[in-house]
């Protein structure tokens, strides 16, 4: 069995190659190739921890296994990160164990990777303002992956604890690029692209704020109860998901789908897009949205391949199992 410390991932792992991975297995369970098991997810009733399990299975990449995480809310005051993840590979053929792996980066590199997925696959080829809601951590991971898709030529920024900003100030400057902060008119009048990534209970974004042709990646809504936008920008728009089933219980269809703005056959998935059988945007002025829920299979997709670059660079720990 092979390990993959939490320590060797960033010397590891790009996002161009999350990129890669993620983008496979999108279309590959649009094929039927590979789905997600049901996600546990339980408050644990100790250090008020939520502790839970998303798993499934890549026929394609012969990618079985589990990511094993939740959130510990004491662990920043004990210098930890408090999302705590772990991915777990099985070798298809025998069941065997065949990896851990760290699996904290990775997560906020497959999810930076799904929403660049869309951006590459939905937004206009045109787009040159990137718009980002949420300053938090997975933020500036999701501006580095974004502006990777489009000849982006500035990023407008508008955070709910605006202190934050200076988080997309700083990664925008890494990246080259001038920074605005914005309110979220002038966010949504000026923005080609828009990625949301908070963790609010609540819209931030408007339907009167979005502008035609504009493509929304929403990003933060995973559990029952979040919201980003508001939910008439999805029947407004052509709904896009990594899976359709968690899109309408735990993603941000959820709000539109229970309201009957929209149906379920509404929410189309990604992957038939990255495979040719649902044409995407078909015109300039449509307004494109991606609901990504996050999927296990995005986490063993990674994994698996920082696996092979780790045996490929000599730093996989190998043990007897
Ligand atoms: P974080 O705690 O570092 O940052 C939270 C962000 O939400 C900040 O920008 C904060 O200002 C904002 N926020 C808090 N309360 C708000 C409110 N009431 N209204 C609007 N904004 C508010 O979190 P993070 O690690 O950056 O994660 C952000 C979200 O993304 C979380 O909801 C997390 O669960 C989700 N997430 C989703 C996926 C996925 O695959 N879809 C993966 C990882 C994280």
Redesign the pocket.
């Known amino acids: 069995m092979l390990i993959v410390p939490e320590s060797a991932i960033a010397d590891l792992m790009t996002a161009d190659e999350s990129f890669t991975a993620v983008e496979a297995v999108f279309a590959a369970m649009s094929r039927g190739d590979a789905y997600n098991f049901p996600v546990i997810r339980e408050a644990i009733g100790h250090a008020d921890a939520l502790y839970g399990f998303k798993s499934g299975f890549d026929r394609a990449g012969l990618n079985l296994g589990l990511k094993s995480g939740g959130?510990w809310p004491g662990n920043e005051a004990r210098g930890l990160t408090?999302?705590q993840s772990t991915v777990f590979l099985f070798d298809a053929d025998t069941g065997q164990c065949r990896a851990v792996v760290g699996g904290n980066l990775l997560?906020?590199l497959?999810?930076a990777a799904?929403s660049a997925v869309s951006i590459a696959h939905l937004a206009r080829p045109d787009a040159k303002v990137l718009g980002m809601?949420?300053?938090?951590?997975?933020?500036v991971f999701q501006m580095r992956a974004a502006v990777r898709q489009r000849s982006f030529e500035k990023v407008v920024g508008w955070?709910?604890?605006p202190e934050?900003l200076s988080r997309l100030a700083d990664c925008a400057a890494e990246l080259g690029l001038p920074f605005e902060a914005a309110s979220l008119e002038e966010l949504g009048a000026q923005s080609d692209v828009i990625i949301s990534?908070?963790?609010?209970?609540?819209p931030?974004l408007m339907d009167a704020h979005v502008a035609p042709g504009t493509h929304i990646a929403c990003?933060?809504?995973?559990?029952k109860g979040?919201q980003?936008v508001e939910a008439a920008i999805l029947a407004r728009a052509t709904v896009f998901t990594?899976e359709v089933a968690q899109s309408i219980t735990i993603?941000e269809a959820q709000h539109a789908v229970g309201q009957g703005l929209i149906a379920e056959t509404d929410v189309n998935e990604i992957g038939a897009v990255i495979n040719g059988t649902h044409p995407g945007r078909t015109s300039d002025e449509e307004i494109t949205l991606f609901d990504?829920?996050?999927?296990g299979l995005?986490d063993l997709a990674v994994a698996s391949a920082v696996v092979e670059r780790a045996v490929a660079a000599g730093v996989a720990i190998e043990v007897a199992f």
């Open positions: 959130y408090n999302h997560t906020a497959r999810t799904a809601i949420g300053a938090g951590h997975q933020s955070n709910y604890h934050m990534i908070t963790s609010s209970q609540a931030s990003m933060g809504t995973d559990t979040k980003e990594d993603g990504g829920t996050g999927v995005q």
